[in-house]
């Protein structure tokens, strides 16, 4: 299986963290497979050497300093600078076939099974089902594929600004052609379908396999505190990933991989979001008197937000208050 391999893609520190975890959560679960993390210019060295402990190889791309078609394209299409990077997943032709994995999914249990399967196989965007979500998909790296990719990207650009638009595009058969290629949902289960769709989450949920922490908020922009095993978002809005996966999350990370940031980094400072026993002392004694009652707000209030995406899943729209609901219908 030396020509197969697990490939994600790390433009920051932050998503460098990310690809951390993922890494880790593959060797976990115990995969046969070469893994490949491809990291931009901005990916501080000590991150870089934590990624080198994990991975097999890691590899330095940038479609601003390359001299490829990508570098080219970019001047005409500079919004796309990230979705070139990524295509660069199509040039490691050393190997055979491919599972491109986003940095901000982690792997629940093996699933080597995924390389039984062709280019271009993924699951369904909860979004759209028609389309594909471009977190988690098999390929076979070619250059040819690459530059064709890189042309497409400049003639057509991208309906949703990013890589996923132009892979649906460019495979633009993959949801009536070969359902062998439609990976099942539990391959890139996201937070967003588990909200919209609770009955499922609670039929399947338990056979997911790789989730994958859509939006704006990632698990490294909480903080964690390891004494209480407890993550704390920056605002209610913010909180919106399914707490129990987030917590498996920063517990992999501080375990394993805040001891290696550590070696590596040295006496450099770094965030890992990890609070210390004396600040969470801090923040205990700071919490000593009951904070007050959040303002009530009315059922159209309600419904509104939940139509803006901004539902209070901490407060009275959590997981369990939602499930302790839907037990009441369903008994």
Not at 31 to 57: C, F, M, Q, W
Not at 259 to 286: N, R
Request: with cysteine.
């Amino acid at each position: 299986m030396a020509d197969q391999a697990y490939v994600t893609l790390a433009t920051n520190d932050n998503y460098a963290k990310g690809a951390m975890v993922l890494g880790q959560s593959l060797k976990n679960h115990n995969t046969s497979r070469k893994l490949v993390a491809l990291v931009g210019p901005n990916v501080a060295e000590p991150s870089r050497e934590v990624l080198r402990k994990i991975y097999d190889e890691v590899r330095l791309v940038d479609v601003l300093d390359s001299q490829d078609t990508a570098h080219l394209a970019l001047m005409k299409r500079p919004d796309l600078g990230v979705t070139f990077t990524k295509f660069h997943c199509w040039t490691l032709t050393h190997y055979s076939k491919c599972v491109f994995m986003d940095a901000d999914t982690l792997v629940l249990s093996n699933i080597d099974e995924l390389f039984d399967r062709e280019e271009l196989s993924a699951a369904p965007d909860p979004g759209w089902p028609d389309c594909f979500n471009s977190g988690v998909f098999v390929f076979h790296p070619s250059n040819e594929t690459y530059g064709k990719l890189l042309t497409a990207s400049l003639e057509y650009g991208s309906f949703d600004g990013g890589d996923q638009g132009v892979l649906n595009s460019f495979f633009s058969d993959w949801a009536t052609a070969d359902i062998s290629k439609h990976l099942p949902f539990i391959y890139n289960l996201s937070s967003i379908a588990i909200y919209s769709y609770l009955p499922a989450f609670k039929q399947y949920g338990g056979d997911a396999k790789v989730v994958h922490f859509l939006g704006k908020v990632k698990p490294w922009n909480y903080t964690y505190d390891a004494k209480t095993k407890s993550v704390k978002g920056h605002s209610q809005d913010d909180t919106n990933l399914h707490p129990h996966y987030l917590l498996q999350w920063w517990d992999l990370f501080s375990s394993k991989i805040v001891p290696l940031m550590k070696t590596e980094y040295g006496s450099q400072p770094f965030h890992s979001g990890c609070v210390e026993t004396e600040i969470h002392e801090s923040v205990a004694q700071m919490h000593v008197s009951n904070p007050p009652p959040p303002p009530q707000i009315s059922s159209q209030e309600r419904k509104s937000k939940w139509e803006q995406g901004q539902a209070d899943y901490m407060g009275m729209d959590s997981f369990e208050n939602i499930e302790r609901k839907l037990d009441s219908f369903l008994k």
